[in-house]
């Protein structure tokens, strides 16, 4: 299955979004302050259905999270947030961040296993897993993103109002949309409008 979100925004229509790497799959789940609005991590069940939805794909049958967990997961996706846009807008990190990150990834994360289907392998993860396994996941998954060669590479959607973040992992570097069939498409079009439009008499 290919990695990514159904999302169904509040303005309409359905699209497939791939924020590119599994801590910007976290932030998907809602956010502070503005992003409240999107939350959808509100029990400890919220955050099993989301390792199932984001790129892990885990069975959130075996995924047991308490409310410590989760509230440790949300408070590091807030943090998460601060730092994509700090990021984008090439900030000095906030303050605590990386202390945050730290804390989180020195935890016990989930266990890969190799999985054989036919010739080729893939990676799943050994179950039952942890609130805490995830949140130490992510957090390493921040580190290797942000010490590796797409460090450079946040982005977020050109779209008007839209505000998805993503890793730009393309060759060339030029991702500009959260999707071309949801963003990129209205961009085209309304790009259309202005050339049609008449010049003013």
Not at 19 to 27: M, R
Request: proline share 8%; hydrophobic share 40%; net charge positive.
């Amino acid at each position: 299955m290919e990695p990514g979100f159904v999302l169904r925004p509040p303005s309409g229509g359905v699209f497939r979004f791939d924020p590119g790497t599994l801590w910007l799959d976290l932030l998907v789940s809602g956010g502070p302050g503005d992003l409240a609005v999107f939350e959808t991590l509100h029990a400890p069940a919220d955050l099993a259905t989301w390792s199932e939805l984001c790129r892990l794909r885990l069975d959130p049958a075996r995924v047991h999270v308490t409310e410590a967990e989760l509230a440790a997961v949300v408070r590091l996706r807030n943090g998460l947030w601060e730092l994509a846009r700090a990021l984008i807008h090439d900030r000095p990190a906030p303050p605590g961040i990386t202390a945050l990150v730290d804390d989180a990834a020195a935890r016990s994360p989930l266990a890969p296993r190799l999985q054989a289907t036919g010739a080729r392998f893939d990676r799943v993860w050994t179950l039952p897993a942890t609130g805490t396994q995830l949140l130490s996941t992510v957090a390493r998954d921040v580190v290797d993103v942000l010490t590796g060669p797409y460090a450079d590479r946040v982005r977020e959607c050109g779209g008007q109002r839209c505000g998805l973040v993503f890793l730009d992992t393309s060759r060339p570097g030029s991702r500009r949309w959260c999707s071309m069939e949801r963003c990129g498409n209205r961009s085209k079009v309304r790009a259309l409008r202005e050339r049609r439009a008449p010049e003013p008499g």
